[in-house]
DNA sequence: AAAGACACCTGGGAGC
DNA sequence: TGCTCCCAGGTGTCTT
């Protein structure tokens, strides 16, 4: 259930278990994920030690002498870490094994993520054209009305588009566009920088509090069971078609952009 | 360069 | 109970 909030939760749950810490060896059961586990990837890992665990955008970089490894859970992955003896599970498609007597496990039903690597002092492709990220000052009301310039996509597109800014998914874009009280359809260059100006301050207030409740994940975090998540937390508008808007009363509506489901309210956001 | 369609894959829920 | 259909948190790649 990855949106930026959750891998940022995951980066916190795994690092104390990951630093300074041995991989053992590397256990692929499933090497067929978005891209192919490479091959030669539990021969680089053997008994290297990791010195750090960061994240960019919604990718989690676990860092070792010689480079890093590179991890996105696509729609559906997870990573836990559990005692060696837990057997494996459906879906759980790669282990690293710690010299701690722990593993690192990869879970991923739909297959939409990937595990690479990344030498030392190569940018991998999938990271090279990444924008900033959405909680750093880079990512401004300047610099987004620069990106945006004469764009006439739906500004819902734009701030889901990673190059312009990361980590900005579908529940997130729809809740920074209601609080912001733009429709999710208005053309990017539309609109005013009074506006963009509340764009950013939301996209930023809406990931920041989302990180705040992924605590609440962290704890459950080592738990053999699924994480509870912090998806109880209070929504707006995603997912809540039909119902009353919490603000105007009036009923949320449900549309389609860029064939995903994307979720407003037609009163506070004109 | 930008916009849109499509691809990858599995599981869960609705409806019949 | 079981079948079919639709939907799902992401994002790279191929066409226009």
């Given at each position: 259930m990855p949106e930026l909030p959750e891998v940022e939760t995951t980066r916190l749950g795994i690092k104390p278990f990951l630093e300074q810490v041995t991989v053992k060896s590397l256990i692929i059961r499933?090497?067929?994920?978005r891209w192919p586990v490479p091959s030669q990837l539990p021969a680089l890992l053997s008994l290297q030690t990791c010195h750090g665990v960061r994240r960019r955008g919604k990718y989690l970089l676990l860092d070792f002498e010689a480079g890093s490894v590179l991890i996105h859970l696509g729609m559906s992955g997870s990573l836990r870490i559990l005692p060696q003896e837990h057997l494996p599970q459906k879906h759980d498609h790669v282990d690293f094994v710690l010299l701690s007597g722990q593993v690192l496990r990869y879970h991923d039903p739909r297959k939409f993520g990937c595990i690479l690597w990344q030498p030392l002092h190569e940018t991998h492709k999938l990271l090279s054209q990444l924008g900033p990220e959405?909680?750093?000052?880079?990512?401004?009301t300047h610099y987004l009305a620069e990106q945006l310039g004469l764009r006439k996509s739906p500004i819902k597109n734009c701030i889901m588009n990673a190059q312009i800014?990361?980590?900005?998914?579908n529940i997130y874009a729809c809740e920074a566009l209601f609080r912001a009280g733009l429709?999710?359809?208005?053309?990017?260059?539309?609109?005013d920088m009074a506006r963009l100006d509340r764009l950013v301050m939301e996209i930023k207030a809406v990931l920041a509090e989302a990180i705040q409740q992924g605590g609440t994940t962290l704890k459950d975090?080592?738990?053999?069971?699924?994480s509870p998540g912090?998806?109880?937390?209070?929504?707006?508008?995603?997912?809540?078609?039909?119902q009353a808007c919490r603000r105007c009363g009036v009923s949320i509506q449900r549309i389609s952009i860029g064939n995903r489901s994307t979720f407003f309210c037609p009163e506070c956001q004109p």
């Open positions: 499933q090497a067929k994920l959405p909680l750093s000052d880079a990512f401004n800014v990361v980590g900005v998914g429709h999710p359809q208005s053309p990017a260059r539309s609109i975090f080592q738990k053999a069971d699924g912090y998806f109880q937390q209070t929504l707006f508008v995603y997912g809540r078609a039909g």
